[in-house]
C-alpha cells in the first residue's frame, strides 16, 4: 500500500474549530517553530544557588567602564545588583532614628517556640509596615536573654502594633520577659527600608468608594475623640469606640478613606488618603533626626472631633467581590475600581551608574564609584552631581534617553519653587511639589540628572500628555520614544533647544495590558492590549493572532500589572507571560514569531525575562531564582516534557472508516544531550466529531488510540487504529531529548461507512 504523507501548517491555531484547521496543529506546550516545523524549545538551568528576596519582576544588564556586569533586579521587597553570581543589596533607606529605643522580650504567650523569639520594639512614628526591613545597630547589652549581636543585624517586621510599635522574629528564644535599651548609654540607631511593596493586587472598593460620594449602610460607626482636631498629616486615629475595627479594615470619615494599619483599643493606625494621590507636604514624624519621605503619605483632610467615622470595607462582605456594607448612588458598589497594585520597578543605567523607580515612589541614584554593596540614595540627595533643582519625589516610570542624555520622568510631579539666590539651597528648591500628575512628562537637563528646573542656560523642561487618563508604558526605540497611556499612544522625539522634546499623538483608542507588555524590536514596537496585541511599525496595527481566545479567556485580569513582554532575538520571538484565570502568579506564556508570522504557547512560571545581548543567553527569573534559558533541553536538570498535537485529519475521508496500520515517523534529534533520545508517537481516532479517543468495550478488534516510542533509529511503527478522523500528538518526557517534528507518512486503508 502507498504511503500518505502528512504535511501541516506552521505555527498553533486555536480560535477556529478543529475541523477547519485540517493540516494544522492545535495544541502544544514549550515548542517552537524554525522553518516551518515544530521543535522542542531550549531548557534552562539556574544561573546560580544563591536566591534574593521577593518576587523579581524588572530586570536590567549593564557594563561599567572597568568591565564589571551589572544586573539590577528589582522585587516586591527590595532591589539588588547582581555582580559574579552575588546579590548586592542597595535598597534604599527610608529614614534613619537614633533615639533611646526600647526592647520588649517574651510578651506574647503561645505554644509556638517562635512566640518567644518574638521582639517589641518602641520607636516614636516609626512609619513602618508589616513586612518592611529594618536595621539595628549600636546595641551592646542584651535585653532578656537577647543579645546585643542578634538585635544588631537586618529584621523583618513581623506585625504592626502601633505607629510606635511594631514586632519583629530575632531567631532565638529569650529567657526572660524584660524592657531594656540594649544600650549602656547613648542611642541605638534603626535604618527602615524603603516600605516593601505588593505581591498581589489588593483589589478597590467599588463606584460608592470614598471620593465617588459613597456611602455606609448599616455599617459599624463611632465617631473622631481627638480631643482637638484630627490634622491632616496625623496617623493616630483616636475614636470613641475602636470594637470591631480591626486590622487590614478601610474606615470613611467625610470624603477621606483611611487604612487601618493597627488597633490598640481606641488608638488607629493608619495610612491617610487610601486610594489617594500623593502629600505635597512632608508629615511631622516625631523625630527631627528622620529622614522619612513624604511619598510614603497620601492626600489627606483635617477633622474635627466629633465627626462620624464608619467601616468603610471590613469583614461584611455579600460573597468574595461584592461589598455588604457600602454603596454609592443608592446602589450596592458591585463594580470594582482598581485597589493597591503590586510593587514594580523601572530603572536605567546613566553611564555606570544607575537611577531605580518604584513605581508611584521615588527616584533613586546608586553610585558605580561607591561599594557594590552601597545603598542606593534619593536623586535629589547625591553627592555625585550638583545643582539640584525641583528633582521629581514621584513618578511612575524613569528613563535615560540613550541619544541624548536627558533623564526622563513619567507620571511625576509638579515643579518646585524656582531657585534664585536667597532660597537656593531650601528643600522647597530641591525637589518637586510632590503632587503627582499621571500624565506628566518631566526631563532633567542634559548630562545633569538632577536639574530639572527649566531655565534659559539649561535643557531642562515638561510636557503633558493629551490622551487617556493615565500614563501606563515608555518605550525608546532607535529613532524616538514611544509612550502609552491607558487609551492613546505619542512619539516623543529629541528636537533640541528651546523646546527640547516635541511629542506627537501617533494612535487614539488602543490599550495596553500593563507597565511592562510592550518592547521595541529593531524599528518595531509590539504590546500586548487588553483584548489584543498590536504592533506599531511606523503606523499602529493589531496583530492577527491565531490563539487570541485562548489567551485572553484564560488570563486573570486582577493580576494584568503582572503581564510582562521579553524578547528572543535569536529565534525571532516575543514572549508575553501572563497569569491564567486559575492562578494569582504567572504560569502561562504565548509567542509571536515576527519572522515566519505564527502563534504558539506554552506553560512556564517567569516572572521577568531579559533577553541575551550583554551575557550570552537570555534571563529569566521564578522561585527566587535567576535562570539562563535556551541552554540544555531540560528543566534544570529534571525532566521537561513537551508535546504538540494536530487538529483531527480525515486521511481517508469523514464519510467512511479508516484504519492505520502503519507510520514512518519523520524526527530529528539532532542537538539532543541523552545518548537515546526518544518521543512517543499517539495516533488518536475519532468516530465522530464530538466522540472521544478512549477505548470502548466493543472495539475489540479496532484500537481507538495507539502510542509507541520513537528513537533515532526507528524506522517505522506497526499500529492498529480506526475511525474516521485521526490526531497525532509528539511528546518528549525523556532528560536530555531534543526533537524536530518533520512529516510523518501513514499507511491508510479505507474500510466501511460503519
Not at 273 to 290: E, I, K, M, Q, R
Not at 345 to 364: A, T
Not at 414 to 419: D, F, K, M, R
Request: net charge negative; charged share 20%; glycine share 10%.
Amino acid at each position: 500500500m502507498p504511503l500518505n504523507k502528512l504535511t501541516f501548517k506552521s505555527g498553533i491555531v486555536s480560535d477556529i474549530t478543529p475541523y477547519s484547521n485540517e493540516g494544522g496543529f492545535v495544541d502544544g506546550d514549550k515548542i517552537r517553530f524554525r522553518l516551518g516545523s515544530p521543535e522542542k524549545i531550549g531548557g534552562w538551568e539556574k544561573f546560580s544557588p544563591n536566591t534574593y528576596l521577593g518576587s523579581a519582576r524588572r530586570l536590567h544588564n549593564w557594563v561599567a567602564l572597568d568591565g564589571s556586569d551589572f544586573l539590577g533586579i528589582g522585587t516586591h521587597l527590595k532591589y539588588y545588583i547582581e555582580e559574579g553570581q552575588t546579590f548586592n543589596d542597595i535598597t534604599p533607606i527610608r529614614s534613619t532614628v537614633e533615639t533611646n529605643v526600647t526592647f520588649t522580650t517574651n510578651t506574647i504567650s503561645n505554644t509556638d517556640d517562635s512566640a518567644f523569639q518574638t521582639v517589641l520594639v518602641n520607636v516614636n512614628a516609626h512609619g513602618a509596615n508589616v513586612n518592611d526591613f529594618v536595621t539595628i545597630s549600636n546595641a551592646d547589652t542584651s535585653v532578656g536573654g537577647i543579645a546585643a549581636s542578634v538585635l544588631n543585624a537586618e529584621h523583618q517586621i513581623t506585625e504592626l502594633v502601633s505607629s510606635n510599635q511594631f514586632r519583629i522574629n530575632v531567631g532565638t528564644t529569650a529567657s526572660s520577659a524584660t524592657t531594656g535599651a540594649a544600650k549602656s548609654s547613648g542611642s541605638v540607631t534603626l535604618k527602615f527600608q524603603l516600605n516593601v511593596g505588593l505581591d498581589n493586587t489588593v483589589g478597590g472598593t467599588g463606584w460608592g468608594a470614598g471620593q465617588w460620594s459613597g456611602t455606609t449602610s448599616d455599617a459599624l460607626a463611632t465617631t473622631i475623640n481627638e480631643g482637638g482636631t484630627f490634622s491632616n498629616s496625623d496617623t493616630t486615629l483616636t475614636v470613641a469606640s475602636g470594637t470591631g475595627i480591626s486590622t487590614g479594615d478601610v474606615i470613611l470619615i467625610e470624603k477621606e478613606l483611611l487604612f487601618v494599619s493597627g488597633v490598640s483599643t481606641n488608638n488607629l493606625t493608619v495610612v491617610r488618603g487610601h486610594s489617594g494621590l500623593h502629600a505635597n507636604s512632608t508629615p511631622s514624624t516625631g523625630d527631627a533626626s528622620s529622614t522619612q519621605d513624604s511619598n510614603s503619605f497620601s492626600v489627606a483632610t483635617s477633622h474635627a472631633d466629633g465627626t462620624l467615622v464608619r467601616l468603610a470595607v471590613g469583614n461584611e462582605l455579600v460573597d468574595s467581590v461584592n461589598l455588604k456594607d457600602f454603596i454609592g448612588w443608592g446602589n450596592a458598589a458591585s463594580v470594582r475600581i482598581p485597589g493597591a497594585q503590586i510593587r514594580t520597578w523601572s530603572h536605567d543605567n546613566f553611564g555606570e551608574d544607575l537611577i531605580i523607580n518604584p513605581r508611584d515612589g521615588g527616584l533613586f541614584y546608586w553610585d558605580k564609584t561607591t561599594s557594590i554593596s552601597s545603598r542606593a540614595v534619593e536623586l535629589s540627595s547625591t553627592n555625585t552631581f550638583s545643582g539640584e533643582t525641583s528633582v521629581p519625589r514621584v513618578a511612575k516610570q524613569v528613563l535615560v534617553s540613550d541619544q541624548d542624555r536627558h533623564v526622563i520622568v513619567f507620571g511625576c510631579d509638579g515643579l518646585g519653587q524656582a531657585p534664585t539666590a536667597s532660597n537656593a539651597d531650601q528643600e522647597a528648591t530641591k525637589r518637586g511639589d510632590g503632587v503627582q500628575d499621571p500624565l506628566l512628562v518631566r526631563f532633567s537637563s542634559q548630562e545633569n540628572p538632577v536639574d530639572f528646573f527649566p531655565t534659559a542656560t539649561n535643557t531642562a523642561g515638561d510636557l503633558r500628555l493629551g490622551g487617556g487618563s493615565t500614563f501606563v508604558q515608555a518605550v525608546e526605540t532607535k529613532e524616538q520614544i514611544l509612550v502609552f497611556t491607558n487609551k492613546t499612544l505619542h512619539a516623543m522625539r529629541f528636537i533640541g533647544p528651546p523646546f527640547t522634546f516635541g511629542i506627537k499623538e501617533l494612535s487614539k483608542n488602543i490599550t495596553i495590558m500593563s507597565p511592562s507588555s510592550a518592547i521595541a524590536i529593531d524599528d518595531n514596537v509590539y504590546w500586548m492590549g487588553v483584548d489584543t496585541f498590536y504592533i506599531y511599525s511606523g503606523q499602529t496595527q493589531q496583530l492577527p493572532c491565531s490563539v487570541k481566545d485562548k489567551v485572553f479567556f484564560d488570563l486573570n485580569v486582577e493580576e494584568r500589572n503582572k503581564v510582562h513582554v521579553g524578547a528572543n532575538t535569536e529565534f525571532s520571538e516575543v514572549w508575553w507571560f501572563y497569569p491564567s484565570a486559575s492562578s494569582t502568579e504567572i504560569d502561562k506564556y504565548v509567542i509571536y514569531n515576527y519572522l515566519e508570522n505564527i502563534w504558539y504557547f506554552g506553560t512556564l512560571a517567569r516572572q521577568a525575562w531579559l533577553d541575551r545581548g550583554i551575557r550570552s543567553l537570555p534571563i529569566a527569573t521564578g522561585s527566587q531564582h535567576l535562570f539562563n534559558h535556551e541552554t540544555g533541553f531540560d528543566d534544570d536538570g529534571s525532566k521537561m516534557t513537551a508535546f504538540i498535537e494536530s487538529a483531527p485529519m480525515a486521511l481517508g475521508g469523514v464519510d467512511r472508516f479508516s484504519s492505520i496500520s502503519r507510520i514512518v515517523p519523520d524526527v530529528n534529534f539532532t542537538g539532543s544531550t541523552s545518548i537515546n533520545p526518544q518521543v512517543d508517537f499517539t495516533i488518536k481516532a475519532r468516530t465522530h466529531s464530538g466522540s472521544g479517543f478512549t477505548q470502548t468495550d466493543d472495539s475489540n478488534t479496532s484500537q481507538r488510540t495507539s502510542t509507541n516510542p520513537v528513537e533515532v533509529y526507528t524506522e517505522k511503527l506497526d499500529v492498529r487504529v480506526r475511525g474516521r478522523t485521526f490526531v497525532l500528538r509528539v511528546e518528549a518526557t525523556e532528560l536530555g531529548t531534543k526533537f524536530k517534528l518533520g512529516s510523518p507518512q501513514v499507511n491508510i486503508v479505507q474500510d466501511g461507512r460503519r
